[in-house]
């Protein structure tokens, strides 16, 4: 029997809840002993003219060892837009020069021997500014009355797409369109960002900092330095959460090796959470408009979304995430007429990076709002509204109005499962029933369809690297270019190989994240890693054992394809004779047995799936609760259903969050409303039900696992369902739209609002 698609535990797990992790702030390296500690002085304005930065104080305190400024780093260049066709003047300098663009954009660098001491002599460094008008908001931002880079002459980052066709809704019976926000949120990783940096007597640097993927963020690190390549050794040590925002490096981690290089002595950097909750890149901050037209039968002949990205200050990831939304617009519709418009507009606010999804989950929000306004308006159950517009099942790929090939689905499947799970029909009834007795506790019912891109080409390409090693010991080694930071990349790796060799997975280890050991990769992110880094040690163990057969029939004086593999005994037998038999291991003892692979995919996978939300609103107060999540996820063929179980979790619990609670705010001024974890509320167990998880798997083609990516579905198939279900609640109420997040107040007011209008008419 194959281990995989059983439930295996944790092999991490140990370790982690005993000697506990090794994050990037806890290395006690002996390279870094003496190491300087990097505290960044951080603009309390949120745009403004630096007309001079007194260090003298700063340089008297305890402790400093040196103040940087920009003046000090007239020898690194100024850092380029990250894309080719974003103009050169939206250029980031490393500290500010003269002008600071947000709450927290980095005009200073002290050094000191202790990292208290750089707090407190950050704040002898004296910032004389010229107040400038803020931009808030992308509308703001389009005005073009204030511009963050008066040489580039607009707040356009990058344009995508044409308008729609004045006559792209003809015909239709019925149009609804509608302004949607799917807000800006903050990371909020477990572990913030850090770094550390030494340099070597043979001019190399080392550089530890967490991150999604070593090899990429030593390619940056050494870009921005004007470093070759070689000269960069990046080490990725044990990472407390990305959720995309460690894609890459950061300028900060770059900068404190160029500190550490300038000041002689090792540096080392740890963010503090409120500098995190301000400085790290955010996720989504799209301003969209959705119009959707048809006939008053259900069936849907046209779709426009036009998006509005908040850049944030500097261009960053966040610039090209609008692509991803106007490749996903139509989701898992069979429209007709698709279109999709976007823009990315500079703001004085922090920038804008990936977030779980990134992109994805933007589009099937606007997508699921939009027909959930369609059935609203024509009268018909959101449920039945779905099934006629959903694309019938396909074995074959299918290419969308908007040029993304979907590998293999079976959408309405999917829904129906998902409401044959969640007593779709009972519930309503339950709804009516509370609605005709004018309960104060309304029930609402949200329903979401969603398909996603995942192991597109990052960068890296849709391929990865991995190296299998069986040792004289009967042990084996498996190097990686994934950057697990919580999926259980060890575990289901060590499966793989596993399944292959018969070695037991717990004397599998899994290394990644060195950049000495491991010059290629592609990282983790964007939903690839198994498919891509898992299918490459698929691979490797496969090409190892013919490795192995040629070997084993030298001395078993064989025909290597008379061998087979047991899996008992992590051996090589002669078919029909188990007695004649050499281990792996035995192999390995007489020369060294490792492969080293590059898995290339034919393309990217297409997961889906539907959810259904329950919701439970007090009328009088506007709070919405959720009772119930019900989830089909098709990730295509599961390896361990535990850690795909535990991806899904997280997904729709973050997704939840964003329904319900988190927003990063910024008032008129530019000023963060949210940088404390005070100010800034996320999920915990107690506002969340226990998830229902459906199962379904429709393998891909695309790859000999037939395995598609896991980590970032529940966070794009639960956020609209939740929103939806919450408007739901109060729909009988006249409510036609709440947005995101549906906090008790937003609720409460468009209650209040309904009711003054239906009054009005009424009078």
């Given at each position: 029997?194959?281990?995989?698609?059983?439930?295996?535990?944790?092999?991490?797990?140990?370790?982690?809840?005993?000697?506990?992790?090794?994050?990037?702030?806890?290395?006690?390296?002996?390279?870094?002993?003496?190491?300087?500690?990097?505290?960044?002085?951080?603009?309390?304005?949120?745009?403004?003219?630096?007309?001079?930065?007194?260090?003298?104080?700063?340089?008297?305190?305890?402790?400093?060892?040196?103040?940087?400024?920009?003046?000090?780093?007239?020898?690194?260049?100024?850092?380029?837009?990250?894309?080719?066709?974003?103009?050169?003047?939206?250029?980031?300098?490393?500290?500010?020069?003269?002008?600071?663009?947000?709450?927290?954009?980095?005009?200073?660098?002290?050094?000191?021997?202790?990292?208290?001491?750089?707090?407190?002599?950050?704040?002898?460094?004296?910032?004389d500014l010229d107040v400038l008008?803020?931009?808030?908001?992308?509308?703001?931002?389009?005005?073009?009355?204030?511009?963050?880079?008066?040489?580039?002459?607009?707040?356009?980052?990058?344009?995508?797409?044409?308008?729609?066709?004045?006559?792209?809704?003809?015909?239709?019976?019925?149009?609804?369109?509608?302004?949607?926000?799917?807000?800006?949120?903050?990371?909020?990783?477990?572990?913030?960002?850090?770094?550390?940096?030494?340099?070597?007597?043979?001019?190399?640097?080392?550089?530890?900092?967490?991150?999604?993927?070593?090899?990429?963020?030593?390619?940056?690190?050494?870009?921005?330095?004007?470093?070759?390549?070689?000269?960069?050794?990046?080490?990725?040590?044990?990472?407390?959460?990305?959720?995309?925002?460690?894609?890459?490096?950061?300028?900060?981690?770059?900068?404190?090796?160029?500190?550490?290089?300038?000041?002689?002595?090792?540096?080392?950097?740890?963010?503090?959470?409120?500098?995190?909750?301000?400085?790290?890149?955010?996720?989504?901050?799209?301003?969209?408009?959705?119009?959707?037209?048809?006939?008053?039968?259900?069936?849907?002949?046209?779709?426009?979304?036009?998006?509005?990205?908040?850049?944030?200050?500097?261009?960053?990831?966040?610039?090209?995430?609008?692509?991803?939304?106007?490749?996903?617009?139509?989701?898992?519709?069979?429209?007709?007429?698709?279109?999709?418009?976007?823009?990315?507009?500079?703001?004085?606010?922090?920038?804008?990076?990936?977030?779980?999804?990134?992109?994805?989950?933007?589009?099937?929000?606007?997508?699921?709002?939009?027909?959930?306004?369609?059935?609203?308006?024509?009268?018909?159950?959101?449920?039945?509204?779905?099934?006629?517009?959903?694309?019938?099942?396909?074995?074959?790929?299918?290419?969308?109005?908007?040029?993304?090939?979907?590998?293999?689905?079976?959408?309405?499947?999917?829904?129906?499962?998902?409401?044959?799970?969640?007593?779709?029909?009972?519930?309503?009834?339950?709804?009516?029933?509370?609605?005709?007795?004018?309960?104060?506790?309304?029930?609402?019912?949200?329903?979401?369809?969603?398909?996603?891109?995942?192991?597109?080409?990052?960068?890296?390409?849709?391929?990865?690297?991995?190296?299998?090693?069986?040792?004289?010991?009967?042990?084996?080694?498996?190097?990686?270019?994934?950057?697990?930071?919580?999926?259980?990349?060890?575990?289901?790796?060590?499966?793989?190989?596993?399944?292959?060799?018969?070695?037991?997975?717990?004397?599998?280890?899994?290394?990644?994240?060195?950049?000495?050991?491991?010059?290629?990769?592609?990282?983790?992110?964007?939903?690839?890693?198994?498919?891509?880094?898992?299918?490459?040690?698929?691979?490797?163990?496969?090409?190892?054992?013919?490795?192995?057969?040629k070997r084993a029939a030298e001395?078993?004086?064989?025909?290597?394809?008379?061998?087979?593999?047991?899996?008992?005994?992590?051996?090589?037998?002669?078919?029909?004779?188990?007695?004649?038999?050499?281990?792996?291991?035995?192999?390995?003892?007489?020369?060294?047995?490792?492969?080293?692979?590059?898995?290339?995919?034919?393309?990217?996978?297409?997961?889906?799936?539907?959810?259904?939300?329950?919701?439970?609103?007090?009328?009088?107060?506007?709070?919405?609760?959720?009772?119930?999540?019900v989830t089909v996820d098709d990730?295509?063929?599961?390896?361990?259903?535990?850690?795909?179980?535990?991806?899904?979790?997280?997904?729709?619990?973050?997704?939840?969050?964003?329904?319900?609670?988190?927003?990063?705010?910024?008032?008129?001024?530019?000023?963060?409303?949210?940088?404390?974890?005070?100010?800034?509320?996320?999920?915990?167990?107690?506002?969340?039900?226990?998830?229902?998880?459906?199962?379904?798997?429709?393998?891909?083609?695309?790859?000999?696992?037939?395995?598609?990516?896991?980590?970032?579905?529940?966070?794009?198939?639960?956020?609209?369902?939740?929103?939806?279900?919450?408007?739901?609640?109060?729909?009988?109420?006249?409510?036609?739209?709440?947005?995101?997040?549906?906090?008790?107040?937003?609720?409460?007011?468009?209650?209040?609002?309904?009711?003054?209008?239906?009054?009005?008419?009424?009078?």
């Amino acid at each position: 029997m194959s281990i995989l698609g059983t439930r295996v535990v944790r092999t991490e797990d140990p370790q982690f809840l005993t000697r506990g992790a090794v994050y990037t702030d806890d290395l006690t390296d002996e390279r870094l002993t003496g190491a300087l500690h990097a505290t960044f002085v951080r603009s309390q304005v949120a745009h403004a003219k630096i007309l001079s930065v007194d260090t003298e104080g700063a340089k008297q305190a305890p402790g400093v060892v040196a103040v940087y400024t920009a003046a000090d780093l007239t020898d690194l260049p100024p850092l380029a837009p990250p894309f080719p066709f974003i103009a050169a003047e939206f250029e980031r300098q490393w500290l500010c020069t003269d002008t600071v663009r947000f709450v927290g954009d980095a005009i200073a660098v002290v050094l000191t021997e202790e990292r208290y001491q750089g707090e407190d002599a950050a704040e002898q460094v004296v910032v004389d500014l010229d107040v400038l008008p803020a931009v808030v908001g992308t509308a703001n931002a389009a005005k073009d009355e204030t511009i963050l880079f008066p040489a580039a002459g607009t707040n356009v980052l990058a344009a995508f797409g044409e308008p729609a066709p004045a006559d792209f809704f003809d015909g239709c019976e019925v149009v609804v369109e509608q302004a949607v926000v799917n807000q800006r949120v903050a990371p909020v990783p477990l572990e913030t960002r850090a770094t550390s940096a030494v340099w070597g007597e043979d001019g190399r640097v080392t550089v530890w900092c967490t991150n999604q993927g070593a090899q990429q963020a030593k390619g940056q690190i050494a870009e921005w330095l004007g470093l070759d390549a070689s000269l960069v050794h990046l080490i990725t040590p044990d990472v407390g959460g990305g959720f995309g925002a460690k894609i890459g490096a950061d300028p900060e981690y770059a900068l404190v090796a160029h500190l550490a290089k300038l000041s002689g002595r090792p540096v080392r950097w740890t963010e503090s959470r409120s500098e995190n909750l301000t400085s790290m890149l955010h996720g989504r901050g799209q301003d969209q408009v959705v119009k959707i037209g048809g006939s008053r039968d259900g069936k849907i002949e046209a779709y426009s979304l036009v998006t509005d990205q908040d850049g944030g200050a500097y261009p960053r990831i966040g610039v090209v995430l609008p692509t991803l939304t106007m490749l996903m617009t139509p989701g898992t519709y069979a429209f007709p007429k698709v279109h999709a418009q976007a823009r990315a507009l500079a703001t004085n606010t922090t920038p804008i990076g990936a977030y779980r999804g990134a992109g994805r989950p933007e589009a099937t929000a606007a997508v699921e709002r939009a027909v959930d306004l369609f059935a609203a308006e024509i009268g018909m159950d959101p449920a039945e509204v779905r099934r006629i517009n959903l694309v019938p099942k396909f074995d074959e790929p299918h290419t969308t109005a908007m040029g993304a090939t979907y590998d293999s689905g079976d959408y309405v499947a999917a829904l129906d499962r998902a409401l044959e799970a969640s007593g779709y029909a009972g519930l309503r009834a339950e709804q009516k029933a509370r609605r005709e007795r004018g309960d104060a506790r309304q029930l609402g019912i949200g329903i979401s369809t969603y398909v996603e891109i995942t192991g597109a080409d990052n960068g890296a390409g849709t391929g990865e690297e991995a190296e299998l090693e069986v040792h004289a010991d009967g042990t084996a080694t498996v190097l990686t270019g994934t950057s697990p930071h919580g999926q259980g990349h060890a575990t289901t790796w060590a499966m793989l190989a596993s399944d292959q060799l018969g070695i037991p997975v717990e004397k599998i280890t899994v290394l990644h994240g060195d950049t000495d050991r491991i010059p290629k990769g592609g990282g983790t992110m964007g939903s690839r890693s198994l498919q891509q880094g898992g299918a490459a040690v698929h691979q490797a163990a496969v090409e190892l054992v013919e490795v192995a057969k040629k070997r084993a029939a030298e001395r078993l004086e064989a025909n290597p394809d008379d061998l087979i593999v047991d899996l008992g005994s992590a051996s090589l037998q002669v078919k029909g004779t188990p007695g004649v038999s050499v281990s792996f291991a035995e192999l390995a003892a007489e020369e060294a047995l490792m492969v080293q692979t590059t898995f290339t995919a034919a393309a990217a996978t297409f997961p889906f799936g539907a959810h259904v939300a329950v919701v439970e609103t007090d009328v009088e107060s506007g709070k919405a609760t959720v009772v119930r999540i019900v989830t089909v996820d098709d990730a295509g063929t599961i390896i361990n259903p535990l850690l795909a179980e535990g991806q899904r979790h997280g997904g729709i619990a973050q997704g939840v969050a964003q329904a319900l609670l988190e927003e990063v705010l910024y008032d008129e001024d530019g000023n963060p409303q949210t940088s404390t974890l005070a100010d800034y509320p996320f999920i915990s167990a107690t506002e969340l039900p226990s998830f229902e998880l459906v199962e379904m798997a429709t393998p891909t083609p695309m790859n000999p696992l037939g395995a598609k990516g896991i980590g970032e579905a529940g966070t794009i198939g639960s956020t609209p369902a939740v929103q939806s279900a919450v408007i739901d609640s109060v729909a009988h109420l006249g409510v036609r739209h709440v947005d995101m997040p549906a906090t008790s107040m937003r609720v409460w007011k468009a209650v209040q609002a309904a009711q003054q209008t239906q009054n009005g008419s009424t009078n």
